[in-house]
């Protein structure tokens, strides 16, 4: 179960990047986000590359199709696992960057990312979803629309919050990847998470990986926070309150 647990390197430099790789040497998948890779750039990959880890590069791009498709052919040729688009710059977009990754992966002679899109941010409630971002659908089912656009557009799968996964899993099909941040165990606080589930609870309800940050991260001891994980999710005495 734990090496379908990814873990973001949401850290300021490669220095503590590297901190943070030392001291969780069983994390098989970790996922690189806008902070490491804006101050950074792409050096992580290699160094993730050469410790044999997976890698989810969780950059987000929103924006028109060409450029949606510059940026995912010139992920593509990284050789990453996973890579994020928001849903919400609409199907053209979708396929240009589907289309796009493929052709930069082959370019490098590697295996293409699978292309997800972000449906609803998990910081963002019903509430802000209707009043700041006016958007008249329940957030259940915006996400879901947001789903069936990528998945008509072509994509492997979504980002979303583990409270959506039951129903995405149900309408979208085993084949579609999701893959759920907001995920907190019940010893960790939601912090900016508005729309959380357990670890246990996630994977019941369908999630095929579950991305968990600071719960482990700002642990005290990340390694034990990350076992403890492990434990709740297989029941064992260790991980209980
Ligand atoms: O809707 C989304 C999309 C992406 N994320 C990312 O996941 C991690 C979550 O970290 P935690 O510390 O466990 O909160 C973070 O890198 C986000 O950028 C998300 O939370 N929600």
Known sequence: ?????IVPLDVPS????????????????????LELFTSTGAGILNILKERQKRIFLDLKFHDIPNTM????RAAGRYGVDLL??????????LRAAQAAAEAGAAEAGCSPPKVIAITVLTSLTPRSLAFELKIPLELNDYALQMALLAQESGLAGVVCSPQEAAQLRDVCGQD??????????RWA???????TLTPEAAFKA????????RPITMAEDPAAAFQRIGQDLTGEEGGKL
């Open 1 to 5: 179960m734990l090496d379908r647990i």
């Open 14 to 33: 490669e220095a503590d990047a590297l901190a943070l790789l030392d001291r969780l040497p069983d994390v098989t998948f970790w996922k690189v986000g």
């Open 69 to 72: 498709a510059g940026a995912c």
């Open 84 to 93: 994020t688009v928001h849903a919400a710059a609409g199907q053209e977009a």
């Open 176 to 185: 579609f990847l999701l893959v759920c941040p907001g995920v907190r165990p």
């Open 189 to 195: 606080e939601a912090k900016d998470q508005k729309r």
């Open 206 to 213: 369908g999630a095929d990986y579950l991305v968990v940050g």
